[in-house]
Protein backbone atom coordinates (compact mmCIF):
# COMPACT_ATOMS: atom_id res chain seq x y z
CA UNK A 1 0.00 0.00 0.00
CA UNK A 2 2.68 2.27 0.95
CA UNK A 3 6.55 2.42 -0.23
CA UNK A 4 9.13 2.82 1.37
CA UNK A 5 9.81 6.54 0.18
CA UNK A 6 6.37 7.69 0.57
CA UNK A 7 6.75 6.29 4.17
CA UNK A 8 7.77 9.90 6.20
CA UNK A 9 5.70 11.80 3.93
CA UNK A 10 2.03 11.11 5.38
CA UNK A 11 -1.34 12.45 3.59
CA UNK A 12 -3.28 15.17 5.88
CA UNK A 13 -6.02 13.33 7.85
CA UNK A 14 -10.05 13.82 6.84
CA UNK A 15 -12.49 14.64 9.49
CA UNK A 16 -13.75 11.75 9.40
CA UNK A 17 -10.16 9.30 9.71
CA UNK A 18 -9.11 11.80 12.72
CA UNK A 19 -12.48 10.94 14.70
CA UNK A 20 -11.65 7.03 13.58
CA UNK A 21 -8.17 7.71 14.95
CA UNK A 22 -9.38 9.11 18.23
CA UNK A 23 -12.03 6.66 18.84
CA UNK A 24 -9.02 3.97 17.90
CA UNK A 25 -6.44 5.56 20.15
CA UNK A 26 -8.85 5.99 22.93
CA UNK A 27 -9.74 2.24 23.51
CA UNK A 28 -5.77 1.35 23.19
CA UNK A 29 -5.05 4.12 26.30
CA UNK A 30 -8.19 3.22 28.29
CA UNK A 31 -5.96 -0.30 28.68
CA UNK A 32 -3.23 0.76 29.44
CA UNK A 33 -2.27 1.83 33.40
CA UNK A 34 1.65 3.30 33.61
CA UNK A 35 1.89 6.23 33.47
CA UNK A 36 4.89 6.17 30.88
CA UNK A 37 2.85 4.06 28.41
CA UNK A 38 -0.25 6.09 28.17
CA UNK A 39 2.54 8.81 27.56
CA UNK A 40 3.95 7.37 24.69
CA UNK A 41 0.47 6.48 23.09
CA UNK A 42 0.00 10.41 23.56
CA UNK A 43 2.51 11.21 21.52
CA UNK A 44 1.90 8.78 18.79
CA UNK A 45 -1.47 10.55 18.82
CA UNK A 46 -0.20 14.21 18.31
CA UNK A 47 2.03 12.84 15.97
CA UNK A 48 -0.24 11.12 13.57
CA UNK A 49 -3.03 14.15 14.19
CA UNK A 50 -0.95 16.52 12.93
CA UNK A 51 1.31 14.36 10.54
CA UNK A 52 4.43 15.64 12.07
CA UNK A 53 7.81 13.40 12.07
CA UNK A 54 8.14 13.73 15.75
CA UNK A 55 6.31 14.37 19.05
CA UNK A 56 6.25 14.33 22.52
CA UNK A 57 4.49 14.87 25.22
CA UNK A 58 6.63 16.30 28.00
CA UNK A 59 5.61 16.11 31.55
CA UNK A 60 6.62 18.62 34.58
CA UNK A 61 8.43 16.68 37.23
CA UNK A 62 7.10 17.45 41.05
CA UNK A 63 9.49 20.70 41.84
CA UNK A 64 8.79 22.13 38.23
CA UNK A 65 12.35 22.51 37.46
CA UNK A 66 12.04 19.65 34.75
CA UNK A 67 10.28 17.93 32.22
CA UNK A 68 10.52 14.63 31.65
CA UNK A 69 9.16 11.94 28.91
CA UNK A 70 9.42 8.28 27.97
CA UNK A 71 9.94 7.37 24.49
CA UNK A 72 10.30 4.10 24.34
CA UNK A 73 9.85 1.17 26.02
CA UNK A 74 13.08 -0.46 27.81
CA UNK A 75 14.96 3.04 27.39
CA UNK A 76 15.15 5.22 30.56
CA UNK A 77 13.65 8.64 30.81
CA UNK A 78 14.60 11.56 29.03
CA UNK A 79 14.83 15.02 30.46
CA UNK A 80 15.16 18.65 29.93
CA UNK A 81 15.55 21.75 32.18
CA UNK A 82 11.51 22.84 32.32
CA UNK A 83 12.40 26.64 30.81
CA UNK A 84 14.65 25.66 27.93
CA UNK A 85 13.62 25.72 24.52
CA UNK A 86 10.72 26.49 22.41
CA UNK A 87 8.24 24.12 25.12
CA UNK A 88 9.22 25.89 27.90
CA UNK A 89 8.24 29.56 26.00
CA UNK A 90 5.10 28.02 25.38
CA UNK A 91 4.77 27.19 29.00
CA UNK A 92 6.42 30.27 30.23
CA UNK A 93 4.18 32.08 28.24
CA UNK A 94 1.06 29.66 28.83
CA UNK A 95 0.10 29.54 25.47
CA UNK A 96 0.53 27.46 21.97
CA UNK A 97 3.53 28.31 19.63
CA UNK A 98 3.67 27.78 15.97
CA UNK A 99 6.85 28.13 13.96
CA UNK A 100 7.68 27.54 10.51
CA UNK A 101 11.34 28.32 10.27
CA UNK A 102 13.02 27.11 13.52
CA UNK A 103 16.20 28.41 12.63
CA UNK A 104 15.15 32.07 11.99
CA UNK A 105 13.34 31.97 15.61
CA UNK A 106 15.49 33.34 18.50
CA UNK A 107 13.71 31.44 21.08
CA UNK A 108 14.38 28.20 19.41
CA UNK A 109 17.79 26.32 20.93
CA UNK A 110 19.44 24.41 17.84
CA UNK A 111 21.78 22.69 20.80
CA UNK A 112 19.52 19.47 20.70
CA UNK A 113 19.86 19.12 16.90
CA UNK A 114 23.85 19.73 17.19
CA UNK A 115 23.51 16.72 19.35
CA UNK A 116 21.55 14.46 17.59
CA UNK A 117 22.05 15.47 14.26
CA UNK A 118 18.46 16.01 13.48
CA UNK A 119 16.99 19.38 11.56
CA UNK A 120 14.40 20.98 12.97
CA UNK A 121 12.35 23.19 10.71
CA UNK A 122 8.70 23.47 11.93
CA UNK A 123 7.20 22.80 15.58
CA UNK A 124 4.00 23.30 17.70
CA UNK A 125 4.73 23.48 21.23
CA UNK A 126 1.24 23.93 23.57
CA UNK A 127 1.05 23.14 27.30
CA UNK A 128 -1.23 20.67 28.48
CA UNK A 129 -3.36 21.04 31.78
CA UNK A 130 -5.08 19.50 34.58
CA UNK A 131 -8.90 19.38 35.31
CA UNK A 132 -8.25 22.37 37.63
CA UNK A 133 -6.57 24.60 34.42
CA UNK A 134 -3.04 24.08 36.20
CA UNK A 135 0.16 23.45 34.01
CA UNK A 136 1.14 19.75 33.79
CA UNK A 137 3.32 19.60 31.04
CA UNK A 138 3.75 20.32 27.23
CA UNK A 139 3.05 18.35 23.54
CA UNK A 140 5.52 19.08 21.40
CA UNK A 141 5.67 18.65 17.90
CA UNK A 142 8.49 18.35 14.95
CA UNK A 143 8.62 18.85 10.86
CA UNK A 144 5.29 18.42 9.41
CA UNK A 145 5.64 15.53 6.70
CA UNK A 146 2.25 15.96 4.71
CA UNK A 147 1.45 18.77 2.60
CA UNK A 148 3.61 22.01 2.13
CA UNK A 149 5.80 20.63 5.21
CA UNK A 150 4.48 23.75 7.44
CA UNK A 151 2.29 23.54 10.31
CA UNK A 152 -0.58 25.42 10.38
CA UNK A 153 -2.98 27.02 12.74
CA UNK A 154 -5.27 23.56 12.02
CA UNK A 155 -3.21 21.61 13.24
CA UNK A 156 -2.29 24.09 16.56
CA UNK A 157 -6.40 23.06 16.78
CA UNK A 158 -6.03 19.65 16.50
CA UNK A 159 -2.59 19.20 19.02
CA UNK A 160 -4.89 21.37 21.70
CA UNK A 161 -7.74 18.41 20.66
CA UNK A 162 -4.72 15.95 22.02
CA UNK A 163 -3.54 17.97 24.91
CA UNK A 164 -7.27 18.29 26.20
CA UNK A 165 -7.72 14.88 26.51
CA UNK A 166 -4.19 14.43 27.37
CA UNK A 167 -4.41 16.53 30.64
CA UNK A 168 -7.80 14.52 31.67
CA UNK A 169 -6.22 11.08 31.04
CA UNK A 170 -2.84 11.75 32.61
CA UNK A 171 -4.20 13.09 35.65
CA UNK A 172 -6.22 9.80 36.03
CA UNK A 173 -3.01 8.14 35.53
CA UNK A 174 -1.41 9.52 37.80
CA UNK A 175 -3.15 10.14 40.77
CA UNK A 176 -3.78 6.04 40.25
CA UNK A 177 -0.35 5.18 40.21
CA UNK A 178 -0.09 7.63 43.58
CA UNK A 179 -2.59 5.59 45.19
CA UNK A 180 -0.55 2.50 44.39
CA UNK A 181 2.68 3.67 45.13
CA UNK A 182 0.86 4.85 48.52
CA UNK A 183 -0.64 1.01 48.78
CA UNK A 184 2.73 -0.14 48.19
CA UNK A 185 4.50 1.99 51.29
CA UNK A 186 1.42 1.00 53.43
CA UNK A 187 1.97 -2.60 52.71
CA UNK A 188 5.73 -2.47 53.36
CA UNK A 189 5.34 -0.49 56.53
CA UNK A 190 2.86 -3.07 57.88
CA UNK A 191 4.58 -5.77 56.96
CA UNK A 192 8.03 -4.55 58.69
CA UNK A 193 5.73 -4.03 61.53
CA UNK A 194 5.23 -7.72 61.55
CA UNK A 195 9.12 -8.23 61.51
CA UNK A 196 9.20 -6.08 64.81
CA UNK A 197 13.19 -7.11 64.63
CA UNK A 198 13.00 -4.70 61.95
CA UNK A 199 16.75 -3.85 62.99
CA UNK A 200 18.10 -7.24 61.56
CA UNK A 201 15.49 -7.83 59.30
CA UNK A 202 14.76 -4.34 57.39
CA UNK A 203 15.01 -5.38 53.84
CA UNK A 204 13.33 -9.06 55.01
CA UNK A 205 9.59 -7.63 53.49
CA UNK A 206 11.37 -6.39 50.45
CA UNK A 207 13.35 -9.26 49.32
CA UNK A 208 10.78 -11.60 49.97
CA UNK A 209 8.34 -9.72 47.45
CA UNK A 210 11.39 -9.84 44.43
CA UNK A 211 12.04 -13.28 45.28
CA UNK A 212 8.31 -14.29 45.14
CA UNK A 213 7.75 -11.93 41.71
CA UNK A 214 11.14 -13.58 39.91
CA UNK A 215 9.69 -17.05 41.31
CA UNK A 216 5.81 -16.50 39.85
CA UNK A 217 7.56 -15.40 36.21
CA UNK A 218 10.20 -18.18 36.48
CA UNK A 219 7.33 -21.17 36.37
CA UNK A 220 5.03 -18.88 34.21
CA UNK A 221 2.96 -16.64 35.95
CA UNK A 222 1.13 -14.08 34.20
CA UNK A 223 2.62 -10.44 34.66
CA UNK A 224 -0.23 -9.65 36.41
CA UNK A 225 -0.54 -12.27 38.93
CA UNK A 226 3.00 -11.91 39.54
CA UNK A 227 2.52 -8.57 40.48
CA UNK A 228 0.11 -9.02 42.77
CA UNK A 229 2.10 -11.54 44.31
CA UNK A 230 4.78 -9.01 44.83
CA UNK A 231 2.57 -6.43 46.03
CA UNK A 232 0.97 -9.04 48.39
CA UNK A 233 3.92 -11.56 49.85
CA UNK A 234 5.27 -8.66 51.55
CA UNK A 235 2.53 -8.64 54.17
CA UNK A 236 2.88 -12.73 54.95
CA UNK A 237 4.11 -12.27 58.57
CA UNK A 238 1.90 -9.61 59.86
CA UNK A 239 0.27 -11.87 62.36
CA UNK A 240 3.76 -11.77 64.59
CA UNK A 241 2.37 -8.37 65.57
CA UNK A 242 0.16 -10.60 68.27
CA UNK A 243 3.25 -12.21 69.17
CA UNK A 244 4.96 -11.10 72.49
CA UNK A 245 8.26 -9.75 72.27
CA UNK A 246 9.49 -12.23 74.94
CA UNK A 247 9.34 -15.50 72.19
CA UNK A 248 9.73 -13.35 68.76
CA UNK A 249 12.91 -12.12 70.38
CA UNK A 250 14.02 -14.84 71.95
CA UNK A 251 17.99 -15.69 71.65
CA UNK A 252 17.49 -19.23 71.82
CA UNK A 253 15.68 -22.06 70.45
CA UNK A 254 11.78 -22.02 71.38
CA UNK A 255 10.08 -24.47 73.70
CA UNK A 256 7.22 -26.68 72.52
CA UNK A 257 4.80 -24.33 74.03
CA UNK A 258 6.97 -21.08 72.62
CA UNK A 259 6.70 -22.51 69.05
CA UNK A 260 2.81 -23.65 69.15
CA UNK A 261 2.54 -19.70 69.89
CA UNK A 262 4.67 -18.56 67.30
CA UNK A 263 2.72 -21.03 64.85
CA UNK A 264 -0.33 -18.57 65.22
CA UNK A 265 1.22 -15.81 63.67
CA UNK A 266 -0.12 -17.53 60.11
CA UNK A 267 -3.91 -17.33 61.49
CA UNK A 268 -3.73 -14.47 63.38
CA UNK A 269 -2.41 -12.43 59.73
CA UNK A 270 -5.50 -14.06 57.83
CA UNK A 271 -7.69 -12.90 60.43
CA UNK A 272 -6.42 -9.31 60.02
CA UNK A 273 -7.05 -9.37 56.22
CA UNK A 274 -9.38 -11.60 55.39
CA UNK A 275 -12.23 -8.99 55.40
CA UNK A 276 -11.34 -6.65 53.16
CA UNK A 277 -12.53 -6.96 49.57
CA UNK A 278 -9.17 -6.00 47.49
CA UNK A 279 -7.15 -8.43 45.52
CA UNK A 280 -4.30 -7.69 47.08
CA UNK A 281 -5.36 -8.08 50.26
CA UNK A 282 -7.58 -10.96 49.76
CA UNK A 283 -4.11 -12.31 48.49
CA UNK A 284 -1.91 -11.24 51.49
CA UNK A 285 -4.81 -13.15 53.39
CA UNK A 286 -4.35 -16.64 51.43
CA UNK A 287 -0.15 -15.72 52.10
CA UNK A 288 -0.10 -15.11 55.54
CA UNK A 289 -2.59 -17.95 56.19
CA UNK A 290 -0.51 -20.96 54.22
CA UNK A 291 3.29 -19.62 53.91
CA UNK A 292 4.01 -22.09 56.85
CA UNK A 293 2.27 -25.16 54.93
CA UNK A 294 4.57 -27.41 53.22
CA UNK A 295 4.23 -29.79 49.98
CA UNK A 296 4.36 -32.71 51.68
CA UNK A 297 1.56 -31.56 54.54
CA UNK A 298 3.40 -31.92 57.52
CA UNK A 299 3.13 -28.05 57.94
CA UNK A 300 1.07 -25.45 59.45
CA UNK A 301 -1.98 -24.18 60.52
CA UNK A 302 -4.24 -26.65 58.11
CA UNK A 303 -1.51 -29.17 57.25
CA UNK A 304 -2.60 -29.11 53.81
CA UNK A 305 -0.47 -30.55 51.07
CA UNK A 306 0.56 -30.19 47.68
CA UNK A 307 -1.90 -28.32 45.35
CA UNK A 308 -4.68 -27.97 48.37
CA UNK A 309 -1.94 -24.92 49.06
CA UNK A 310 -2.28 -22.24 46.85
CA UNK A 311 0.10 -21.56 44.46
CA UNK A 312 0.95 -17.58 45.88
CA UNK A 313 1.28 -19.81 49.54
CA UNK A 314 3.76 -22.47 47.91
CA UNK A 315 5.85 -19.73 46.10
CA UNK A 316 5.96 -17.78 49.13
CA UNK A 317 7.39 -20.35 51.21
CA UNK A 318 10.06 -20.73 48.82
CA UNK A 319 10.93 -16.85 49.17
CA UNK A 320 10.63 -16.75 52.60
CA UNK A 321 12.43 -19.76 54.18
CA UNK A 322 16.03 -18.56 51.43
CA UNK A 323 15.31 -15.77 53.40
CA UNK A 324 15.02 -16.88 56.65
CA UNK A 325 18.40 -19.00 55.77
CA UNK A 326 20.04 -16.02 54.64
CA UNK A 327 19.79 -13.72 56.72
CA UNK A 328 21.06 -13.68 60.79
CA UNK A 329 18.07 -13.96 63.26
CA UNK A 330 18.44 -13.55 66.55
CA UNK A 331 18.49 -17.06 67.08
CA UNK A 332 20.70 -18.02 64.46
CA UNK A 333 23.15 -17.22 62.28
CA UNK A 334 23.01 -16.36 58.08
CA UNK A 335 24.07 -19.80 56.96
CA UNK A 336 26.19 -19.94 54.01
CA UNK A 337 24.71 -20.45 50.18
CA UNK A 338 25.79 -23.53 49.54
CA UNK A 339 24.29 -25.02 52.72
CA UNK A 340 21.32 -22.80 51.98
CA UNK A 341 21.29 -24.47 48.02
CA UNK A 342 21.63 -27.81 49.73
CA UNK A 343 18.36 -27.96 51.59
CA UNK A 344 15.78 -26.98 49.16
CA UNK A 345 17.42 -29.92 47.18
CA UNK A 346 16.71 -32.04 49.78
CA UNK A 347 13.50 -30.30 50.91
CA UNK A 348 12.21 -30.51 46.61
CA UNK A 349 9.31 -32.08 46.97
CA UNK A 350 8.86 -32.53 51.08
CA UNK A 351 8.68 -28.70 52.67
CA UNK A 352 8.64 -27.32 48.63
CA UNK A 353 6.83 -27.86 45.71
CA UNK A 354 8.93 -29.64 43.30
CA UNK A 355 7.89 -27.33 40.11
CA UNK A 356 8.68 -24.21 42.57
CA UNK A 357 12.25 -25.42 43.27
CA UNK A 358 13.24 -25.95 39.78
CA UNK A 359 11.40 -22.64 38.85
CA UNK A 360 13.38 -21.22 41.69
CA UNK A 361 17.32 -22.32 40.43
CA UNK A 362 16.09 -21.82 37.29
CA UNK A 363 16.14 -17.80 38.29
CA UNK A 364 19.06 -18.31 40.69
CA UNK A 365 20.55 -15.57 39.06
CA UNK A 366 18.27 -12.87 39.22
CA UNK A 367 18.04 -14.07 42.86
CA UNK A 368 21.18 -13.70 43.70
CA UNK A 369 21.16 -10.05 42.38
CA UNK A 370 18.38 -8.63 44.50
CA UNK A 371 19.78 -10.15 47.87
CA UNK A 372 22.83 -8.46 46.99
CA UNK A 373 20.68 -5.46 45.89
CA UNK A 374 18.30 -5.18 48.98
CA UNK A 375 21.25 -6.70 51.61
CA UNK A 376 20.38 -5.50 55.05
CA UNK A 377 23.93 -4.00 55.48
CA UNK A 378 23.54 -1.76 52.92
CA UNK A 379 20.22 -0.73 53.77
CA UNK A 380 21.83 0.56 57.30
CA UNK A 381 24.25 2.52 55.68
CA UNK A 382 21.59 4.38 53.45
CA UNK A 383 19.25 4.90 56.26
CA UNK A 384 20.72 6.95 59.55
P1 LIG B 1 11.89 -16.96 60.41
O1 LIG B 1 13.06 -16.83 61.28
O2 LIG B 1 11.72 -15.87 59.42
O3 LIG B 1 11.95 -18.30 59.61
C1 LIG B 1 11.05 -18.59 58.58
C2 LIG B 1 11.17 -20.02 58.19
O4 LIG B 1 12.47 -20.25 57.65
C3 LIG B 1 11.03 -21.01 59.34
O5 LIG B 1 9.69 -21.27 59.62
C4 LIG B 1 11.78 -22.21 58.77
O6 LIG B 1 10.96 -22.90 57.84
C5 LIG B 1 12.89 -21.57 58.01
N1 LIG B 1 14.08 -21.47 58.87
C6 LIG B 1 14.55 -20.38 59.50
N2 LIG B 1 15.67 -20.67 60.18
C7 LIG B 1 15.91 -21.96 60.00
C8 LIG B 1 16.95 -22.88 60.44
O7 LIG B 1 17.86 -22.50 61.16
N3 LIG B 1 16.86 -24.17 60.00
C9 LIG B 1 15.87 -24.60 59.20
N4 LIG B 1 15.86 -25.87 58.81
N5 LIG B 1 14.88 -23.77 58.76
C10 LIG B 1 14.91 -22.48 59.17
P2 LIG B 1 9.27 -21.81 61.06
O8 LIG B 1 10.22 -22.83 61.54
O9 LIG B 1 7.84 -22.20 60.99
O10 LIG B 1 9.42 -20.56 61.99
C11 LIG B 1 8.54 -19.44 61.90
C12 LIG B 1 9.07 -18.32 62.70
O11 LIG B 1 9.14 -18.71 64.05
C13 LIG B 1 10.49 -17.91 62.35
O12 LIG B 1 10.55 -17.02 61.27
C14 LIG B 1 10.91 -17.23 63.62
O13 LIG B 1 10.37 -15.95 63.73
C15 LIG B 1 10.27 -18.10 64.67
N6 LIG B 1 11.20 -19.13 65.17
C16 LIG B 1 11.33 -20.39 64.71
N7 LIG B 1 12.25 -21.07 65.44
C17 LIG B 1 12.73 -20.20 66.37
C18 LIG B 1 13.70 -20.30 67.43
O14 LIG B 1 14.32 -21.33 67.68
N8 LIG B 1 13.91 -19.18 68.22
C19 LIG B 1 13.22 -18.03 67.96
N9 LIG B 1 13.50 -16.98 68.75
N10 LIG B 1 12.31 -17.90 66.96
C20 LIG B 1 12.06 -18.97 66.18
C1 LIG C 1 12.63 23.14 21.37
O1 LIG C 1 13.65 23.74 21.74
O2 LIG C 1 11.57 23.18 21.99
C2 LIG C 1 12.67 22.37 20.13
C3 LIG C 1 13.27 21.04 20.32
C4 LIG C 1 14.66 21.00 19.76
O3 LIG C 1 15.51 21.79 20.20
O4 LIG C 1 14.89 20.16 18.89
C1 LIG D 1 10.33 -13.76 59.06
O1 LIG D 1 9.82 -13.26 60.00
O2 LIG D 1 11.41 -13.31 58.71
C2 LIG D 1 9.68 -14.91 58.35
C3 LIG D 1 9.23 -15.88 59.38
C4 LIG D 1 8.01 -16.64 59.06
O3 LIG D 1 7.87 -17.09 57.94
O4 LIG D 1 7.20 -16.81 59.95
FE1 LIG E 1 5.95 -16.64 58.94
FE1 LIG F 1 8.95 -14.03 56.75
Redesign the pocket.
Known amino acids: MQNKEASSYRKELEPSQILEMLFDYVARISKENSVDSILMLLADLGRELVAADRCTLWLLSEDKTQLWSKVAHGMPNISIPSNSGIVGHAIRGNDSILINDAYHDERFNPEVDKRTGYHTRSIIALPVYDGDKNIIGAFQAINKVAGSALFSEEDVKRLKLAATYSGSTLQTAIQRKEIEDTQRDIIFTMGEAGETRSKE?GN?VKRVAEYSYVIAKSMGMSESEAELLRMASPMH?IG?IAIPDE????????TEAE?EI??T?AAVGYHILKNSKRSILQTAAIVSYQH?EKYNGKG?PQGLKGEEIHIFGRITAVA??F???GSD????KA?AMDRILD?FKEERGE?FDPTLVDAFFDALNTIDEIRVKFSDTKAEETSE
Open positions: THDKILKKPGKLFMKHHYDVDALRVYKWLH
